[in-house]
T-cell receptor, first 112, second 116 residues
Framework: KQEVTQIPAALSVPEGENLVLNCSFT??????LQWFRQDPGKGLTSLLL?????REQTSGRLNASLDKSSGRSTLYIAASQPGDSATYLC???????????FGTGTRLQVTL | GAVVSQHPSRVICKSGTSVKIECRSL??????MFWYRQFPKQSLMLMAT?????????EQGVEKDKFLINHASLTLSTLTVTSAHPEDSSFYIC????????????FGPGTRLLVL
């Protein structure tokens, strides 16, 4: 059974800092991995999707990397802003019926 | 494109009553819809997967007679929580796939259920 863990569970940084969120998964047989953002009481916004054959994806200040063999992914946020404050979730897709397994999430707070 | 809506956004009901939550794909035909549950400060847990016109597939530990799922059309799936109890209070989120690719899921905004 796939297990997805995110470290740290919570993180508080001052505005402008670069930061890294970590995601690890136990079964490396994945089809893709996605990073989502969730604001309090809201649904999910997809940030980046990395196919199993890819090493990284970039969108603006966000960069996600994937090391499938070691079961790890990182989300790098450059020059953090207060608007980045949210919970960040990673999810792995095994490719069979697209049943996503979500990580435990990292709650990020960017302070002024 | 690829917008998914849910209704209602929040609902409060008495213990023992049934509550229906709608999930709609507004601008695409969703071949598959997924229902997730999220307890406070926890991650999303998949409850069931439904394909249009067929019975839903439930995850282990999810009671199919308690959580009735109907995927009657390519744009609408409903989740009915029957005889709701306080422990059913949670955040329910649906997702839909079928826009451009079958793999990508587009998530609704969620429904907050509180059972008194």
């Amino acid at each position: 059974k796939q297990e997805v863990t995110q470290i740290p569970a919570a993180l508080s940084v001052p505005e402008g800092e670069n930061l890294v969120l970590n995601c690890s998964f136990t079964d490396s047989a994945i089809y893709n991995l996605q990073w989502f953002r969730q604001d309090p009481g809201k649904g999910l916004t997809s940030l980046l999707l990395i196919q199993s054959s890819q090493r990284e994806q970039t969108s603006g200040r966000l960069n996600a990397s994937l090391d499938k063999s070691s079961g790890r992914s990182t989300l790098y946020i450059a020059a953090s802003q207060p608007g980045d404050s949210a919970t960040y979730l990673c999810a792995v897709d095994p490719g069979t019926a697209s049943k996503l397994t979500f990580g435990t999430g990292t709650r990020l707070q960017v302070t002024l | 494109g690829a917008v998914v809506s849910q209704h209602p956004s929040r609902v409060i009901c008495k213990s023992g009553t049934s509550v229906k939550i709608e999930c709609r794909s507004l601008d695409f035909q969703a071949t598959t819809m997924f229902w997730y549950r999220q307890f406070p400060k926890q991650s999303l847990m998949l409850m069931a997967t439904s394909n249009e016109g067929s019975k839903a597939t439930y995850e282990q530990g999810v009671e199919k007679d308690k959580f009735l799922i109907n995927h009657a059309s390519l744009t609408l799936s409903t989740l009915t929580v029957t005889s709701a109890h306080p422990e059913d209070s949670s955040f329910y989120i649906c997702s839909a796939s079928g826009f451009q690719t079958v793999e990508t899921q587009y998530f609704g905004p969620g429904t907050r259920l509180l059972v008194l």
